[in-house]
């Protein structure tokens, strides 16, 4: 009889502990906290090393913004979509990154899907193609461009949008390696057009497109033009006015006391003032030569 009696306390002991109640007619038991791991109970008439397993909870996924989920017991929730994922989330131009798709919830968290489950697609834009494992290759690109990839998986549709980064700057088409920027002829010009062609002056202004690059002009408008002017400041003091500066660009002015002089120096004294797109620079060095030859270089 004390062993049935026995055996009855550890198998409601047991029951209790599953259903959390404490309390019988023959034992007591202290409240206890159970980790993810388990932990050990005891009573009068027995005692127990338990564990419920690899219990995990709601994580919070700093990098995605989201909710990750794994490895309840028992957790309910419907699939209400896919969302995609790139690393990096914008790509050097023939450079490649890896998707990555995800399982949306309708309780607001997300479970991972295989990259290599996902049937991939380009939308549009500057990408060579994405691999059945999920790699995505950008082409080579005049400017920054907008590239969107497509992504189904069961009955869920999605896209997810790519910036394509234009990192060398005279690489594309036709107009690769002639020395011109290729957003700046892809922008006056459009693409591969015969005229873009650093020797030509298409608008017949007499400064021509490599020229009209380096000042940062309309090739396309005659009445676009850099303009040097040779003035004096109200002490006598030469100055030199030039129109436009734009940015990206570096401005320096060089002198020579005559023409017959092997080098243009640059010119260091100076007093730089600036009013919308001109510039002047005031040669402040007081120089007692008859004449002085002034020269603006731009790089």
Not at 57 to 72: N, P, R, S
């Amino acid at each position: 009889m004390n062993r049935l009696q026995n055996r009855l306390h550890f198998l409601i002991a047991v029951a209790c502990l599953n259903a959390h109640l404490v309390g019988a007619a023959t034992y007591s038991q202290q409240a206890i906290t159970v980790d993810a791991g388990g932990a050990h109970a005891a009573s009068a008439s027995y005692s127990e090393q338990s564990s419920i397993g690899g219990i995990s909870g709601i994580t919070a996924v700093a990098a995605e913004g989201a909710l990750a989920k794994a490895g309840y017991l028992g957790q309910i929730y419907d699939v209400s979509g896919i969302a995609l994922t790139s690393t990096p989330a914008s790509l050097a131009e023939s450079s490649s990154a890896q998707l990555g798709a995800l399982e949306a919830l309708d309780d607001g968290t997300y479970l991972a899907l295989p990259a290599d489950s996902i049937t991939w697609g380009v939308d549009s834009g500057p990408l060579t193609g994405v691999s059945p494992s999920g790699i995505a290759t950008a082409d080579v690109v005049a400017a920054d461009s907008l590239a969107v990839v497509s992504g189904s998986y069961s009955n869920f549709n999605t896209t997810l949008d790519l910036t394509i980064l234009d990192t060398v700057p005279d690489n594309f088409g036709t107009y690769a390696g002639d020395g011109l920027g290729d957003d700046w002829q892809m922008q006056y010009f459009g693409e591969d057009n015969p005229l873009a062609a650093g020797t030509l002056d298409p608008d017949g202004d007499g400064q021509n497109n490599h020229f009209e690059f380096v000042a940062g002009l309309d090739p396309t408008d005659p009445s676009s033009l850099f303009t040097v002017q040779i003035a004096g400041d109200s002490e006598g003091s030469p100055q030199v006015i030039f129109d436009p500066v734009v940015a990206g660009r570096t401005y320096t002015v060089k002198y020579k006391d005559t023409l017959d002089a092997s080098t243009w120096d640059t010119l260091l004294n100076t007093a730089i003032s600036s009013s919308g797109p001109e510039r002047t620079i005031t040669d402040t060095s007081e120089s007692s030569t008859p004449a002085r030859f002034y020269i603006v270089e731009i790089e």
